[in-house]
């Protein structure tokens, strides 16, 4: 759900100027990955980060993965800014009821900064962003996400519930979070925590079209 919840905000993130790079929802996964020290050795280490599904054609490789469906959303300085949100724990799900069912639950909407190119680099400003993106995100009118941007339409609501400013709490969960350099200046970054909930029409639920991937075909 945390995909819906997302559709919802984006229209209000795309209308923040200082964000450039949004990755909508995303999840964590860990992977391997390998480097040669100058001695020569070859390491291997796992790694976890944050990937984003980006629908883009994909291009199957030798193990049948499919390569460009999703994207890494970590720090990079190429950007003003790489923001995303992340799922905080289980969906709650309400029976429906003759029309309509309704679910509810918690998100992270993070934001990543480089001060130096958004020329904000005075003691605070993340402060200052963190409290314009969270008056951007609470909002307790509905917002409708269509039928045309996802499986099926839906009405929800956003409430904004706690702001964080500790590397730890924001990108604990992944390897990165201890490397000081990625959050300090000229970076700088901010977490909202998000309480969300959606009422779904049942009669507009539907599944997407299932179409054959060849390169699973071929395991």
Not at 44 to 71: K, L, W
Not at 104 to 110: I, K
Not at 153 to 174: C, D, N, W
Not at 184 to 192: A, L, R
Request: net charge negative.
């Amino acid at each position: 759900m945390t995909n819906l919840f997302a559709k919802a905000i984006t229209p209000r993130i795309e209308a923040l100027a200082f964000i450039e790079r949004w990755g909508g929802a995303v999840m964590p996964i860990e992977a391997r990955s390998s480097y040669t020290t100058p001695e020569g050795k070859e390491v291997t280490v796992m790694q976890s980060y944050p990937i984003s599904c980006t629908h883009d054609e994909g291009i199957c490789d030798d193990d049948g993965y499919a390569q460009g469906y999703y994207t890494k959303m970590l720090p990079n300085d190429s950007y003003l800014s790489v923001a995303y949100l992340e799922s905080l724990g289980p969906v709650e799900y309400s029976s429906p009821e003759q029309y309509s069912m309704a679910v509810q639950g918690r998100a992270r909407f993070v934001a990543w900064l480089n001060m130096q190119r958004l020329g904000a680099l005075y003691c605070g400003a993340a402060e200052a962003f963190a409290l314009h993106a969270s008056k951007a995100l609470d909002r307790r009118a509905v917002m409708e996400v269509a039928e045309d941007v996802y499986q099926y339409p839906a009405s929800v609501r956003a409430k904004v519930t706690a702001l964080h400013f500790s590397p730890q709490e924001v990108f604990g969960r992944y390897t990165y979070a201890v490397e000081p350099r990625l959050f300090i200046h000229p970076y700088s970054f901010f977490g909202i925590d998000l309480a969300f909930s959606a009422v779904i029409p049942l009669a507009c639920l539907c599944l997407p079209e299932i179409e054959a991937v060849e390169c699973i075909e071929t395991w």
